[in-house]
């Protein structure tokens, strides 16, 4: 059919491939050459478009230009153009929904609804227009473009040997004639000269933020701070708190919204029933023969006790209470706690029980803290100890 | 088998197995969170012919438990201030008359009606006090910050009913239970009596105006719409993410399978 050469102004590429979309890449010769030339085994119908000596790009006439199924490839087209118009009009619709939906204050009705409807429709366009592309692109590639398999070999990973010589020989000349083998005084005092250089982020990361120092071991509870209940922030003394089975959330008074202390001092007290509570006395054998009280009936107010609800495996608000069993879950890992003897860990990862707030009433009745926790709340940490 | 067998290979085969896993997936996870509906209605004055109502049907019903003077047993509790707002609860929500002795209670449809559990109540409030059945102005949400019901909801009932009342697992097979049908009434009488396992929120800790809140924080979330058209039990990230990896990862496997399948014959040909 064609004998055509790398000439693209020619009308014989015109002819053979009429349908090219304005846009994509300039004709290579082998293609436009001989569309119906297919991998190799054409029965001759096409010339080879090279001559001997001209193999430059012989690769390229694999491909052919036509679809052989053409009436099928402009039904396919069609279906392809229509999936575009659809994700513009999606897109449109995107833009629209985002001005239309309003979300805002002024919002009528509920606006946690109605943010949920706008997050639906803003998803459900924004979709619509990146699928319909997707399967647009697919559908092309598919049904409309010629069907061929093309297998393309892989580069060998490493550079040709010449190319290996010629840059150590490079390497090799820098260096001689830099002298560097030849003077070892410039030589020692450059890499002095990158030490400091490299210890420079080092200090820049240390001072990223304060130093936590003693912060995490205390927390601002103190001999006398009152327990609120959180929410309401109202004191609370023992007859208020007289159901047994009771547990609630309590906040030392005067930081009640201070989220940052509250993150450590936050505590649950639980009520329980007459001979319940069994409290052990246990104590910490600090590394300096210290005796650290940890946990003691006589901080316990008429079968109420306190503990931190913060869980010491990784600070989830462990505050999962079941009467029955008198058991304190954490819903993160189900670490679980035996509320009646000292929150001492009976399941899942937590290293240690939970603290023990001490407690008792004041002069006017209030349930008060006796002092601050006795050890630090909350997850391990590297200096803990 | 053998229909199997002659059909495995065929290229329609992979769709319809990952169809049919889907579909699998979905029956499963619809078959799971079933809904059921009850409703209470309020009022009631206690006299002595409506506590004599209620012995009666206290001794010919709960009393092989509870005891003839409700007195408990190795298997029930003792009732003898528990109050008529917990047998409101337990008989209202159909827990009690128990079926069998289990880890939890389960709900289901009460036995008596209304006056009856009324009659129960009245007579179990006259052994020894216990907490009241709320009043129809303490249970109405007209009025009340949901917001500040969010508040106390996330810091004290989240844990275990799921931030949005959908409720969760607890130990030894007990567990939380959803809060989707439980009327107003019914969650201030929770809070109140601590029913199995749950702690004792009593008036004086969590005032009736904070109960108030938090019903209508339950109310509200639960009467929220769901846009996308599943709720996915709003449990959050298990069942999302469920969906996410099986629908999701489905539908990419669907699409890969349809970019990357061979063409058909006819087309080959031509070229070949």
Redesign the interface.
């Known amino acids: 059919m064609s004998d055509n050469d790398r000439d693209l102004e020619d009308t014989p590429a015109e002819r053979q491939a009429p349908h090219r979309v304005i846009g994509t890449p300039a004709p290579a010769p082998g293609i436009l050459a001989d569309p ?1 030339r ?2 190799g ?2 029965g001759g119908k096409g010339t080879r478009p090279y001559g001997p000596g001209e193999a430059e790009a012989p690769e390229l006439d694999e491909l ?1 230009a036509e679809n ?2 053409p009436v099928s490839a402009r039904n396919w087209e069609r279906v392809a153009a229509a999936l575009f118009i659809v994700s513009a009009l999606a897109s449109v619709a995107f833009i629209a929904a985002y001005v239309g939906l309003e979300v805002g204050g002024d919002t009528k009705g ?1 606006v ?2 109605a943010t ?2 706008s ?2 429709a803003l998803g459900s366009a924004m979709a619509l227009a990146f699928l319909a592309i997707g399967i647009g692109m ?1 559908i092309w590639v ?1 049904n409309i473009m ?3 398999e093309l297998a393309e070999e892989r580069h060998p990973m490493a550079s040709p040997k010449e190319d290996r010589q010629a840059f150590a020989e490079t390497i090799i000349e820098g260096a001689e004639a830099s002298q560097i083998t030849k003077r070892p005084l410039l030589r020692r005092t450059l890499i002095a000269a990158t030490l400091p250089a490299a210890l420079a982020p080092l200090v820049i990361l240390r001072d990223l933020g304060p130093e936590p120092k003693g912060s995490l071991r205390t927390t601002v509870w103190k001999k006398g701070t009152r327990l609120l ?4 922030n ?1 004191p ?1 003394t023992p ?11 309590v906040v030392p008074e005067g930081y009640q919204d201070n989220d940052e202390a509250l993150a450590k001092a936050t505590a649950i007290i ?2 329980m029933e007459p001979g319940q509570l069994q409290v052990p006395t246990r104590y910490d054998d600090g590394a300096d023969g210290a005796r650290t009280l940890l946990n003691s009936m006589n901080w316990t107010v008429d079968n109420i006790v306190a503990y931190s609800k913060i869980c010491t495996h990784l600070g989830c ?1 462990a ?7 008198q ?1 304190i ?1 954490c ?1 993160c890992h189900q670490s ?1 706690f035996q509320a009646n003897t000292g929150a001492t860990v009976i ?1 899942g990862p937590a290293p240690r029980p939970l603290p023990q707030l001490p407690i008792a009433t004041n002069a006017q009745g209030y349930l008060v803290a006796q002092s601050d926790f006795q050890e630090p709340v909350g997850p391990s940490f590297w200096e803990r100890g | 088998m053998r229909w199997i067998t002659a059909r495995r290979r065929r290229p329609l085969f992979g769709y319809a197995a990952v169809l049919l896993a889907l579909v699998a997936v979905g029956m499963l996870y619809a078959a799971v969170t079933g809904v059921g509906g009850s409703t209470a209605s309020a009022g009631s004055g206690s006299s002595s012919a409506q506590i004599a109502e209620g012995k009666d049907l206290f001794d010919t019903s709960c009393s092989s438990c509870h005891g003839l003077d409700a007195q408990g047993s190795s298997v029930a509790p003792s009732l003898i201030g528990a109050g008529a707002a917990a047998v409101d609860f337990q008989v209202g929500t159909g827990r009690m008359p128990l079926k069998e002795i289990g880890a939890e209670a389960a709900q289901k449809p009460p036995v008596f009606n209304q006056q009856q559990i009324y009659a129960i109540a009245a007579y179990v409030a006259s052994l020894g006090g216990g907490p009241a059945i709320p009043t129809d102005q303490q249970v109405s949400t007209a009025g009340a910050d949901a917001g ?1 019901g969010q ?2 909801f996330n ?2 009932c989240a ?2 009913h799921n931030y949005s009342g959908a409720g ?1 697992a ?3 097979g ?1 567990y939380a239970p959803p809060l989707t049908n439980a009327t107003n009434r019914q969650i201030y009488e929770a809070m109140l009596t ?1 029913p ?7 008036d ?4 009736s105006a ?1 109960k108030r809140d938090i019903i209508a924080y339950i109310t ?1 979330t639960r009467a ?5 058209g599943f709720s996915l039990g709003r449990i959050g990230p298990t069942t999302e993410g469920l969906v996410a990896w099986l629908g999701g990862i489905g539908a990419l496997v669907l699409a890969a399978m ?2 990357t399948a061979k ?1 058909r014959e ?3 040909g ?3």
């Open positions: 119906e297919g991998d085994d054409d052919p052989p199924n509920n946690v609804v949920l409807r997050n639906l697919v598919r010629p069907p061929v209940v959180y929410g309401t109202q609370i007859a208020d708190f007289d159901s047994p089975g009771g547990m609630i959330t639980i009520k608000p505050a999962l209470y079941e009467q029955t069993t058991r879950l819903p679980t399941f | 500040n508040s106390l810091a004290n844990q275990c969760g607890l130990t030894d007990k601590g199995e396992a749950m702690p004792v929120f009593n004086e800790t969590l005032p904070d509200q929220e719409a769901n846009p996308g349809w970019i063409r006819e087309r080959t031509d070229h070949g």
